[in-house]
């Protein structure tokens, strides 16, 4: 069983900064990618910024410049740091894990979720 709790949502005001964290726990064997995405209500989940274990980094252009992805591959963990937020970044913030679970001598190929956190960001 695999788990990635996310922390660090909130309310904040257009221009300001807040950071996301994740981490994944459980029986992991390797993890590949690991990724953001949002939903914002109405709309469908879109992927925010992911990251390999190379920390080769992908952005969607609305963030570019704004977000930073960053992980610790030693601790199963990764952060989003979000600066100058605007009103169009409100959203459920979801962590994502491109990994592979270890279950005695099995080996398992899975894409986990977090549970996803609140971004408000009030004009």
């Known amino acids: 069983q695999v788990q990635l709790v996310e922390s660090g949502g909130g309310l904040v005001q257009a221009g300001g900064s807040l950071r996301l964290s994740c981490a994944a726990s459980?029986?992991?064997?390797?993890?590949?990618?690991m990724g953001w995405y949002r939903q914002a209500p109405g709309k469908q989940r879109e992927l925010v910024a992911a990251?390999?274990?190379?920390?080769?980094?992908n952005y969607a252009d609305s963030v570019k410049g704004r977000f930073t992805i960053s992980r610790d591959n030693a601790k199963n963990t990764v952060a989003l740091q979000m600066n100058s937020l605007k009103p169009e970044d409100t959203a459920v913030y979801y962590c994502?894990?491109?990994?592979?679970?270890?279950?005695?001598?099995?080996?398992?190929?899975?894409?986990?979720w977090g549970q996803g956190t609140q971004v408000t960001v009030s004009s």
């Open positions: 990251i390999t274990t190379g920390s080769s980094t």
């Open positions: 459980g029986s992991i064997f390797r993890i590949n990618a």
């Open positions: 994502n894990a491109d990994l592979v679970s270890k279950s005695g001598s099995s080996y398992k190929a899975t894409n986990s």
